[in-house]
């Protein structure tokens, strides 16, 4: 059974950083794209970043040149290395396939960034 353990979130001022991991357990993690998702109270689950089993790496518009996605195959683990951090990003992240079949979700890191 896939399980999904993020963490690294916190609080932050905004203009802030926060790198986030995500480790993998019960998968073949370097042959799966992996993507981060965040969910703002009172809003659907939006997938902000994603990278391929080849590193290719895609962003939402929101975020994209403040977030960068990573990933360690040797450590099943991938990351989220965010800048520029704004009050909008304040959220619960979550990591997870990024598209088709979704593996069951962790329970995710508060990020909560203030203005």
């Known amino acids: 059974q896939v399980q999904l353990v993020e963490s690294g979130g916190g609080l932050v001022q905004a203009g802030g950083s926060l790198r986030l991991s995500c480790a993998a357990s019960?998968?073949?993690?370097?042959?799966?794209?992996m993507g981060w998702w965040r969910q703002a109270p009172g809003k659907q689950r939006e997938l902000v970043a994603a990278i391929t089993s080849g590193r290719t790496t895609n962003y939402a518009d929101s975020v994209k040149g403040r977030f960068a996605i990573s990933r360690d195959n040797a450590k099943n683990t991938v990351y989220l290395q965010m800048t520029s951090l704004k009050p909008e990003d304040t959220a619960v992240y979550y990591c997870n396939a990024p598209n088709g079949r979704l593996y069951n979700w962790g329970q995710g890191t508060q990020v909560t960034v203030s203005s």
């Open positions: 019960g998968m073949l993690f370097s042959v799966n794209a």
